[in-house]
Each structure stands twice: as structure tokens, then as C-alpha cells.
């Protein structure tokens, strides 16, 4: 079994930053993007940035400039740092990764529980 598992999540005033952490654990094999996506209330999840396992990044428009995304290879983390945050980036923020598990050919897509980040105005 493999797993995402986020942290980082919290309450911060507008202009603030956040910085969400996401660790994949278990029969791991290889690891291809890794991503962070959001809801917000009453909308779809959407994708906030990626990362390739060779560095390449992109970013959803809103976000560009103000959030920056890394991964460490070596210990299976992702993370999100988030500046300048607004309160329209109120949402659940959730890890996702491309990777394939120890003894299998096919690349699954996993995705975390989820972080909550509110941002007050």
C-alpha cells in the first residue's frame, strides 16, 4: 500500500504564507509528478501547482508568483510554500502524485486526505 499524507495546514491573516508538506510512505517504486490541487466551497478541485520528478514546475495562474512548489526526492516530499495569501485561497489543499508501487508496471494517481488552509481578511 502506498500513501500521501499532508501537513501545514492552518489559519493565517491575508498577506500571510503557509507552507504544506506532503510525504509519500509505503511500497514505493518511483515517483513521477507530484502536485498540490484545491477546493474551495462550492467549487471543483482545481490544480494549484506540479512538479516533476525532474524539477519542471507549473503553476495555476492565480498563484503565480506567489506560491512556490519543491519536492526532495531523497525523503518522497512535496511541498507548497505560499506567500501573499488572499482570502479566495481559502480551501482544501490535497497532494497528489504520480508513482508506481514496488512489483507493478502500471502508475497509479494517489491522492492525501487533504489540508485545510483558511485565510482571513
Known amino acids: 500500500q502506498v500513501q500521501l499524507v499532508e501537513s501545514g495546514g492552518g489559519l493565517v491573516q491575508a498577506g500571510g504564507s503557509l507552507r504544506l508538506s506532503c510525504v509519500a510512505s509505503?511500497?514505493?517504486?518511483?515517483?513521477?509528478?507530484m502536485g498540490w490541487y484545491r477546493q474551495a466551497p462550492g467549487k471543483q478541485r482545481e490544480l494549484v501547482a506540479r512538479?516533476?520528478?525532474?524539477?519542471?514546475?507549473e503553476y495555476e495562474d492565480s498563484v503565480e508568483g506567489r506560491f512556490s512548489i519543491s519536492r526532495d526526492n531523497a525523503k518522497n516530499t512535496v511541498y507548497l510554500k505560499m506567500n501573499s495569501l488572499k482570502p479566495e485561497d481559502t480551501a482544501v489543499y490535497y497532494c497528489n502524485a504520480n508513482m508506481r508501487k514496488l512489483g507493478s508496471v502500471r502508475f497509479l494517481e494517489v491522492w492525501g486526505q487533504g489540508t485545510l488552509g483558511t485565510v482571513s481578511s
Open positions: 512538479i516533476t520528478n525532474g524539477g519542471s514546475t
Open positions: 509505503g511500497s514505493i517504486s518511483s515517483i513521477n509528478a
